[in-house]
Structures are given as C-alpha cells and as structure tokens.
C-alpha cells in the first residue's frame, strides 16, 4: 500500500493524515473551479426539482397523491449519485491524463489515500447540494414531518451511498484512459440505475421481471428509507438494504480502485 522507499509511513495515523491533505488539495480545486460547482451543486439539483415538479408533478399519480412529496427524496438520491459518480471519475481520469498521479506515485505516501482523499472532497460538493435542494424543495412545497435526528439520519445515509458510489466511478475512471472515455462511461451505467428504480414511478407499474431487481435496488431501497424517515414512518427492511448495498459496494470497488491503481502505478 506504500511507495518503494517509504519506510515508516505505514499505520492508519499516516494514512488518515495522507487522505486528509489530497482532500484538501481537491477542495481548494473545486473552490478555484466555481464553475463547476455551479453547475453541480446549484443548477442541476434546482433544475431537476422544477423540471419534474411541474412538468410531471400533475400526470403522474403516486401513493398518496403528493407528487413534490414522492419526488424530493428521489431527487435527494439522483443529484448525490450524479454529483458522485460525474466529478469523481472525471477528476481522477483527469488526473491520470495530467500525470498528476505520476507525481504522487514519487511520494512517500499510500495508495489507497490518494483515491479517498479525492471521494472525500466530493462529500464537500454533495453536502452543497444537499443545502440547495432542501432549500428549493421547501419553496415547491416540501415538508419534513418527521424529528431532526430522523431527518440527519437519512442524509447520512445518503451520503454514505453517495460514497459508495464514488468508488464505482473511481474504478472507472481508472480503467477508462482518457477525460471523454470516464465522462461516457460514467453516463452509460449510472442512468440505468437511477432510472430503473421507484425514484419518479411506482414499480408497481413496470413488467414483473423489471421490477424484481428495480424494489431492491439500491437506488430504490434508498429512496423508500428517505420517503419513509421524512415522512415520520418506518423504513423497514429499505433503511438495512440501503445501509448493506453502501457498504458492499464500498468494499467491493474500494479493493477493485486500489488493485487498479497499483497496476497502473506500476
């Protein structure tokens, strides 16, 4: 997990301290690029919510009528996921491209750190996100009707997917080899699993086969914790699957995004 040569700086001290310093190198990147977190953190999320509130909000029917109510919780889920899964593969592929990696390769640091100093960054940029689409959500007529702790708790759920996702669009970008190959692959897997979920329509209404995979997947069974927490109820066995797929997804690609990027370094 070290460079060659970098004696004594292995332990989890040297390897949090390593993850912290890139994450900060990738934070002041996105506040020297405000452009893009524009366009990520504030026009998308706000784009979306008054996209599907008014153009959608009045044709589609949904359990208990209140489409803004069905819909914000989805939004919540797709903007972290794309917010995630765009930035984080694009920067690291960037980097690659750059020969930025090449630079940290020389360091007496870790392999693993330079990857999650990256997806933790990103986390900066979800939590803007976040922020703003609360923020619009509560102007179309959204309402939490559930205790603040409840509420917290479901973004830190959120946010701990969005971090697992971060990890699948991080082994992407690493396998990927160019800036426009990351952006296209990155746009060809995360659609389908937004899109194939109970985010904008009941499953109940897809063909069985379709729907087998689309009430557990891990967009779904996020969507119905957030749904159900925000709305004073409980989630059930959604909150224990979302929690499950965040974390197996997180060690999955984790070990897959390190083994690649050692490859490459060599």
Same mark, same amino acid.
């Given at each position: 997990?070290?460079?060659?040569?970098?004696?004594?700086?292995?332990?989890?001290?040297?390897?949090?301290?390593?993850?912290?310093?890139?994450?900060?190198? =990738?934070?002041?990147?996105?506040?020297?690029?405000?452009?893009?977190?524009?366009?990520?953190?504030?026009?998308?999320?706000?784009?979306?919510?008054?996209?599907?509130?008014? !153009? /959608?909000? $009045?044709?589609?029917?949904?359990?208990?009528? =209140?489409?803004?109510?069905?819909?914000?919780?989805?939004?919540?889920?797709?903007?972290?996921?794309?917010?995630?899964?765009?930035?984080?593969?694009? $920067?690291?592929?960037?980097?690659?491209?750059?020969?930025?990696?090449?630079?940290?390769? *020389?360091?007496?640091?870790?392999?693993? *750190?330079?990857?999650?100093?990256?997806?933790?960054?990103?986390?900066?940029? =979800?939590? !803007? *996100?976040?922020?703003?689409?609360?923020?619009?959500?509560?102007?179309?007529?959204?309402?939490?009707?559930?205790?603040?702790?409840?509420?917290?708790?479901?973004?830190?759920?959120?946010?701990?997917?969005?971090?697992?996702?971060?990890?699948?669009? %991080?082994?992407?970008?690493?396998?990927? $080899? *160019? !800036?426009?190959?990351?952006?296209?692959?990155?746009?060809?897997?995360?659609?389908?699993?937004?899109?194939? @979920?109970?985010? /904008?329509?009941?499953?109940?209404?897809?063909?069985?086969?379709?729907?087998?995979?689309?009430?557990?997947?891990?967009?779904?069974?996020?969507?119905?914790?957030?749904?159900?927490?925000?709305?004073?109820?409980? %989630?059930?066995? %959604?909150?224990?699957?979302?929690?499950?797929?965040?974390?197996?997804?997180?060690?999955?690609?984790?070990?897959?995004? !390190?083994?690649?990027?050692?490859?490459? @370094?060599?």
């Amino acid at each position: 997990m070290t460079t060659p040569g970098a004696a004594g700086t292995t332990g989890p001290s040297w390897w949090l301290r390593d993850a912290w310093l890139l994450a900060g190198r =990738n934070v002041l990147r996105i506040l020297r690029a405000p452009h893009l977190l524009v366009m990520y953190a504030l026009i998308q999320p706000v784009m979306f919510i008054l996209l599907f509130a008014y !153009v /959608f909000g $009045g044709a589609i029917p949904v359990p208990g009528g =209140n489409y803004v109510q069905y819909l914000l919780p989805a939004v919540f889920v797709m903007i972290v996921l794309f917010t995630s899964t765009g930035a984080v593969g694009v $920067g690291i592929a960037e980097d690659m491209e750059r020969g930025v990696m090449d630079r940290f390769r *020389s360091l007496p640091m870790t392999r693993s *750190s330079v990857l999650l100093g990256r997806l933790l960054s990103e986390m900066l940029r =979800n939590l !803007v *996100s976040i922020v703003v689409m609360v923020a619009c959500g509560l102007v179309v007529g959204f309402r939490f009707h559930a205790h603040p702790g409840r509420i917290l708790l479901g973004f830190g759920l959120l946010l701990l997917l969005g971090f697992a996702f971060s990890w699948v669009a %991080a082994y992407i970008g690493l396998l990927a $080899g *160019s !800036v426009e190959a990351a952006q296209g692959m990155g746009m060809v897997w995360v659609f389908p699993f937004v899109f194939v @979920s109970s985010a /904008f329509v009941p499953t109940a209404s897809m063909p069985d086969w379709l729907r087998a995979y689309a009430d557990h997947s891990p967009v779904t069974v996020m969507i119905d914790t957030l749904r159900a927490w925000f709305a004073g109820r409980d %989630a059930g066995s %959604a909150a224990v699957q979302a929690l499950a797929w965040a974390i197996g997804l997180t060690l999955v690609f984790m070990t897959l995004s !390190v083994a690649r990027f050692r490859r490459t @370094s060599r």
